[in-house]
């Protein structure tokens, strides 16, 4: 029923910042569990972190934990992705992605339900 629409992505040097959007359609953020993918060429999806329904549970993988941060404006039924010191191995397409929240926070690509088309965040050195 959700449709996701990622944008904010682009070339950005290392040790910069960079924040994706992603706007919700036909579905408010506030029902869903909601999380952030990446993926690098030649590499399987892999969880960035994720945030429940509530907004109570949050998760980051260890590899962007204190770097990364995911939140909700469930007024503009969006979700971000506010990227810091931004390495060259962030290098991937970004991917939001929802399902229907329930009593624990969904951390894995396969428990995703929707999902948006992707956006392609580049660091340099």
């Known amino acids: 029923q959700v449709q996701l629409v990622e944008s904010g992505g682009g070339l950005v040097q290392a040790g910069g910042s960079l924040r994706l959007s992603c706007a919700a359609s036909?579905?408010?953020?506030?029902?869903?569990?909601m999380g952030w993918f990446r993926q690098a060429p030649g590499k399987e999806r892999e969880v960035v972190g994720a945030?429940?329904?509530?907004?109570?549970?949050?998760y980051y993988a260890a590899s962007v934990k204190g770097r990364f941060t995911i939140s909700k404006d469930n007024a503009k039924n969006t979700v971000y992705l506010q990227m810091n010191s931004l390495k060259p191995e962030d290098t991937a397409v970004y991917y939001c992605a929802a399902v229907g929240g329930t009593t624990r926070i969904r951390t894995q690509p396969y428990e995703y339900d929707y999902w948006g088309q992707g956006t392609q965040v580049t660091v340099s050195s």
């Open positions: 036909g579905g408010t953020v506030g029902s869903y569990d």
């Open positions: 945030v429940s329904w509530r907004g109570i549970d949050s």
